[in-house]
Structure formats: C-alpha cells, structure tokens
C-alpha cells in the first residue's frame, strides 16, 4: 500500500531527527518540573515564618487566638509570630499607617483586626502583602475560628480548657480505592500525576497535529506535491502523512510507557516509591488510546487548515480556533477535579473536542461509568470519521491552490463538488 | 497510447482547456506547445490525474484512466518539488516506491540513473546540498525510475547549462527508441525543432496548429522569400502574389498570399532586374509561434486550421 510508504517516510524524517531524542526524553522532565516546581513553591512558602501583627480590639481574644495559632515548623519553633497591638486612644487610621509602613519594609507580614463584635458577627480583616497565601490565610482562619467559637462556648458556662480539646480538628486521610485494592493517596500527589499525564497528551495531540499541518504546507511549498499526487491519491497522502506522524507520538508513549513501568516496577519492589505510584497498566491504556483517538481527531483538523493555507504564518490564523479547544482542556481540570463526576465534567468528557484530555483526567482520578468512557471512544470515533470525510475533500482541492486563500463559501463549494 | 477527447476544463469560470483533443502515438516526441497560461500544465495535469476534466475523455493504454496508470506515466513537473532533508538515494527510492517499483529494484536503477546522469556519490548527501541543475537532474530520473511507457515533460531544460542539456537530449531520444511516448512541453523552440517529430500548438485553452513538425514548417515556409534584388521595391509589390515587402538591408523579405507560386514572383523579378540570391525561405519554429499567438497573419493561421 503507496498508504504506507508515505507514513514510513514521514516516521522516519521525524523519528531520526536528534531533536526527537530530545524531545522524547526531556517532555516528561520539563513537565514534570513545570508541575512540580510550582507546587513545590505552594508547599513551602508558608513553611517560612511569618511575622503577623494583631489589633484586638475585643482587648481580650488575643491570647486565645496565639495558642490556638501554634502551628509549628519543622524545626519545632512558630510558624507565626504575633505581636499584640495596644489599641489606646491612639486612632485607628494612625496605627494602620504604622503598620502599612511596616509591611512595606517588610518587618511585618501582615496584620489583622479583629473587631469587637467578633464574637457574635465571626468576621475579621486581614491586611498583608501576599494576601494568595491559601495555606497560611487558612491557617490564620482557622485559628480565629477556634478562638471564636471557645469564647462563645465559654460564654455558654464551659471551661475554656476543656472547650479547647473539644475542638480539636480532625485530619482527614484519603484512600483511592481501585483495582488491587486501596492505597494512600494524597490529593496533590494525585493533582500532580495526573496533570503530567495531562499535559503530556495536550503537548504530544498539539505538536503532533500541528506538524501534520506544518507538513502539508512545506510539500504545497516545495511543490513536491504535484509529484506525490502523480504517483497516488490524494486520500493515500493525507492518511498516511498522519499515520507516519502519528506513530511517531506512538513511539514516544512507548518509551515514556517503558521508563513509566520501569520506575513503578522498581519503586513497587523496593517500596521507596509505592506511594508516589499513582497510575496503574490501566492508566497507562487509556493514556495511550486517548493520544491515539485525540491525535486523529485534531490532525486531521490540522490537515484541512493546512490545506487551505500558503504559509505557516498564514495558518496560525486559521488553527487558532482548534488550538483554543485543546487550551480549554488544561483550563478546567480544577473544576472537573472537583467534581469529577458532576455534569459539566461528565458532559466535556463526551465531546470529541475535550474527550481526550478530559476523560482521560476523569479516569485518572475516579472510574467513571463503563458506559460513559464507551460513549467517549464512540464520540470521538465519529468525529474522526467526519473530520476526516470533510479534511479529505478540503484536501483534494486546497492542496494545488496556490496564492489566494479560499474563502468560507469557496470551501462550501469544494465540499459539495467533490 | 494517449487520447484526449474533447476535454474542457474551468476554473471559478475561466475556462482553461477547451473542448481539447489531441493523440499521441509510442516511439515519437511529441510537443506541446504554447504561451504560459495556454492551458499546458492543467492539460498535463489532466493526464495525471491530479484534476479531473469537467468534460471530455482522457484514455491512456486503451482505457479510461485509474489510479494504476499513474505507475505507467513518467511525469517531470514544471515546478520541481524534492524533500530537501532527504538523502539522495532514499529519496529516489521512495519516488520509486509510491510509483509501485519494490524497494530493491528502485533502489538498483536509481543507482544505474544516477551514474549515468553523473551523479554517482552523491547517494548519501542531502538534496539540499545539489546545485539547481543537479536536483533538476535527480528529479528527471525520478519521472523515468519506474519505467514509463509515458513519459510527461515540462520545461525539462529550464536551469541546465548546454553540456547537461545535451546530456538530457540524448537520453530523451534513447527513451523515444526504446519505443516510448514522450510528451515535450517547453517554450525552447529550437529544442522543439531538433527533438519533436509532432507538434501541437495551443493558445487559451484551444488548439491552433497540430502535425508532424516537417508538414507545419513547410506549410508555413511556402509564404515567405527572400530575395537580393536591384530592381524597385515596388515592382514586386504590385504582383498580386505578393501580401507584403519588408526591406532587411540589402535582402528583401516577401510575404506571399496564399497559393502564390514563388517561382512566378522569380520570373517576375528576373524581367525587372537582377537577382543575386533567391531563397524560399523556412519559417522558423520561433517565428510561427509567434505568429499564432499573437493572431498575427491571419491567412496563415486560416490555412493552418
């Protein structure tokens, strides 16, 4: 089959180019630093002391709020020093100019009020500099919190003391329950897993499908198109142009899929790294199916723009669109890990343009439905069949276009003439 | 071997190729002539198979055309178009294989090409390292790598110094012996008239002129003298044979009507002075090109149709 001649020379143009090699080895690793390395910031940034400034002007909570706020670091000593601010006479703006001054010399980190009616309204206001810090915001909540309800539970005749036991948190520990039985799993190593997995499928459908594009325009430019076409169909071109790119991004997954096992066989049998094992055989399945069904989904989206355009320029344009739907998938994963079973996550995950990325997540982070998952393959099948009917007839007609790009109703035409 | 039946062809209205017919028979060259924009490279694609006709007939080997003609069909487009990473011979080879050659006879006669194109050690470089001439070299064993009994050539000359054009003639010839049709389609006249035994010219779309090259030039040589002549200029112009007299220097250049005999311009001459030299002249290829296109001697082009 001529079919596959085009792909074997495609594969191998790419395959042994050195930057492949490169590319193929450190994807993962620049990915997984991009992800890690954030997180690894969000980790530790609230793990620095911080140095908070409090008005009280209860005049009374302060003391419960400091014990309540004794979340240590590692070395044992505070997390958080706090320095009570008399509120006397002096006036409040006052004392709030000091203190901004003294955020903006960095000798505080902030500073709080607490107002008098604290105890019965429950809100206060925090002034600081890095006011996204989650982590130590929550922390500070909660501690205020603490303080809050022992004083209104005090006010109830309970002893303070015994009110502070009592409201000791609960840490919860998270399991994921799947095949083989459960094993602990903590949310952001989760997150992180499979944000690599993500990020690798939106990366590998995104330069895999563009190159198909890219490929496409560089033969209409070089004319090696009129010889090609001379020797076989069109249709033969274009599957095999994306078959031949396609198993390139395969033979990427195989390697990454080899080293992935490789890493889990010997963190299983050592047991270092059991617990940062967060995909199974299972994942590694599906992970390979979705580059593969994703892939042919958006390289033949490629394969039309790039059949009506001249230059790459000139299709950066059109695919911006196409480009905008891949964009969307590493945009929600927030929402759809929230919730990943909800509506909105269940839907995305049908469309053929999310489906990849998507499903792929929801798979990744509980199963869903068999039938779902089915329904996902089947979308994402048809889309593939009719982008592929309607990339083939742009094709066949854009491919010996030069000069002017057609226009909408110039590629109606075609649509309905061939 | 190939017929084209009345193939029109339009694009966005403008009619490229009109009800167009031509016949090209084994063992000739055969040219297609004609100015750019003259319906040449959409006919040839035609052929190819990379346009489809919107009317008319295109049979090659006794039958309507498939995908497995494409095989049979040696086609050297005007635009030359090669993978310019590629090494030489793996691209020759892969040519070879999308035309239908397996992989180790491509791979045998490209070398055999190769050498005798003067190209041998070049197999491992990469086409971009070929000079222009070179590539346009490497791409003609393309179009014959797989053993064409048609073979299509489009401005085969274009960017080849004369040793290499030379080279390329002889070669072309030996595949007209091998018994071969060959399609020539060029602006280089002369090379028209030292290859071509059948000429088709064509002008928007349209067919002016076809025949064996022999039959057109001396169709058209019958109508013009040129003559050496003491006697006046007007003498000759008042014979009714003659359309019209340019003076070159010395030598006079006679247009003749149709059906005039030379040889009563001749006696009609000799009894009004002396002539020094008389020469039925030969049209050039050159000349009768432009002529027809340029719509230029209507009579001629009257007697030509």
Redesign the interface.
């Known amino acids: 089959m001529?079919l596959f001649?085009?792909a074997k020379?495609e594969y191998l143009?790419r395959v042994r180019k050195k930057s492949f090699l490169i590319g193929t080895i450190l994807g993962p690793v620049l990915m997984g630093a991009m992800i890690i390395v954030p997180g690894l910031i969000f980790h530790m940034s609230p793990e620095g002391q911080a140095t908070v400034a409090v008005i009280d002007r209860t005049g009374s909570l302060f003391d419960e709020f400091d014990q309540a706020l004794a979340d240590t670091l590692g070395d044992g000593t505070r997390m958080f020093t706090l320095q009570n601010i008399p509120f006397t006479g002096q006036a409040l703006d006052d004392i709030r100019r000091e203190l901004r001054f003294e955020i903006e010399s960095d000798v505080l980190d902030g500073y709080l009020i607490l107002p008098e009616d604290i105890v019965e309204a429950g809100r206060a206001t925090f002034y600081g500099k890095r006011v996204g810090n989650i982590k130590a915001i929550s922390r500070i909540e909660n501690a205020l919190s603490q303080a809050v309800i022992g004083r209104r539970l005090s006010g109830e005749g309970m002893d303070y003391d015994i009110v502070r036991v009592m409201l000791k948190n609960v840490k919860l520990e998270t399991m994921q329950v799947s095949e083989g039985g459960e094993k602990r799993s903590e949310f952001g190593l989760m997150y992180i897993t499979s944000f690599i997995f993500i990020l690798m499928l939106y990366m590998t459908i995104l330069l895999w499908g563009v190159a198909v594009q890219r490929s496409i325009i560089e033969?209409k430019n070089?004319?090696?198109?009129?010889?090609?076409?001379?020797?076989?169909?069109p249709f033969d071109l274009l599957v095999g142009k994306i078959f031949g790119v396609g198993a390139v991004g395969l033979t990427q997954y195989a390697i990454w899929s080899i080293f992935a096992l490789a890493i889990s066989f010997y963190g299983l049998s050592t047991g270092a790294l059991a617990q940062y094992v967060t995909f199974t055989w299972v994942t590694l399945v599906f992970f390979v199916l979705y580059y593969v069904l994703g892939f042919l989904f958006y390289s033949t989206l490629f394969a039309g723009i790039g059949s009506i355009c001249n230059s790459d320029q000139e299709a950066q344009q059109l695919q911006t669109p196409v480009v905008m739907c891949l964009v969307f998938t590493l945009i929600i994963p927030m929402a759809i890990m929230q919730n990943p079973d909800g509506a909105f996550a269940t839907v995305v995950s049908l469309i053929p343009f999310f489906a990849p990325i998507v499903m792929f997540m929801r798979i990744n982070i509980l199963t869903p439905p068999a039938w779902q998952i089915a329904l996902s393959i089947a979308f994402l099948i048809v889309g593939i069949y009719i982008a592929g009917m309607v990339a083939a007839k742009i094709f066949r007609v854009g491919i010996?276009m030069y000069g002017k790009r057609p226009d909408l109703r110039e590629i109606a035409r075609w649509l309905k003439q061939a | 071997m190939l017929e084209i039946k009345n193939v029109t062809k339009r694009f966005n209205g403008v009619t490229a190729v009109d009800s167009l017919s031509l016949l090209i028979e084994p063992g000739g060259i055969y040219g297609l002539l004609g100015p750019n924009g003259a319906g040449k490279t959409t006919t040839i694609?035609m052929v190819?198979?990379?346009?489809h006709p919107d009317e008319g007939e295109i049979r090659i080997f006794e039958r309507s055309f498939d995908?497995k003609a494409?095989?049979r069909?040696g086609?050297l487009?005007e635009?030359?178009?090669?993978?310019?990473?590629?090494k030489v011979l793996e691209h020759l080879v892969?040519?070879g294989?999308?035309?239908?050659v397996p992989a180790r006879v491509a791979h045998e006669r490209a070398m055999k090409w190769l050498k005798k194109l003067e190209l041998g050690g070049w197999e491992e470089k990469p086409v971009e390292s070929l000079s222009k001439g070179m590539q346009q070299k490497m791409?003609f064993i393309?179009t014959v790598l797989h053993d064409p009994q048609l073979v299509i050539l489009d401005e085969p000359f274009t960017g080849l110094d004369p040793i290499n054009t030379q080279l390329l003639k002889d070669i072309i010839d030996d595949l007209r012996e091998e018994g071969r049709a060959i399609v020539l389609s060029t602006h280089l006249m002369d090379q028209v008239e030292k290859l071509c035994s059948k000429i088709c010219l064509i002008n928007k779309g349209r067919k002016v002129l076809e025949g064996p090259l022999s039959d057109i030039k001396m169709r058209f040589s019958k109508n013009v003298l040129s003559l050496r002549f003491s006697g006046e200029r007007s003498d000759l112009e008042n014979h009714p044979g003659v359309e019209k007299v340019n003076t070159f220097g010395q030598e006079l250049s006679i247009t003749l009507r149709s059906g005039a005999d030379p040889n009563d311009i001749l006696r009609h001459a000799v009894q009004r002075g002396r002539v020094e030299r008389f020469d039925i002249g030969e049209m050039s290829l050159h000349d009768i090109f432009i002529a027809q296109v340029k719509g230029e001697g209507g009579e001629v082009e009257d007697e030509a149709i």
């Not at chain 2, 190819?48 to 346009?51: K, N």
């Not at chain 2, 294989?97 to 239908?100: A, C, F, H, T, Y």
């Open positions: 001529k001649k085009v020379r143009e033969e070089n004319r090696v198109i009129e010889i090609l076409l001379s020797s076989l169909r010996l | 694609r190819m198979g990379i346009i995908e494409k095989e069909i086609y487009p635009e030359r178009g090669l993978y310019r990473k590629m892969f040519l294989e999308i035309k239908g791409q393309s």
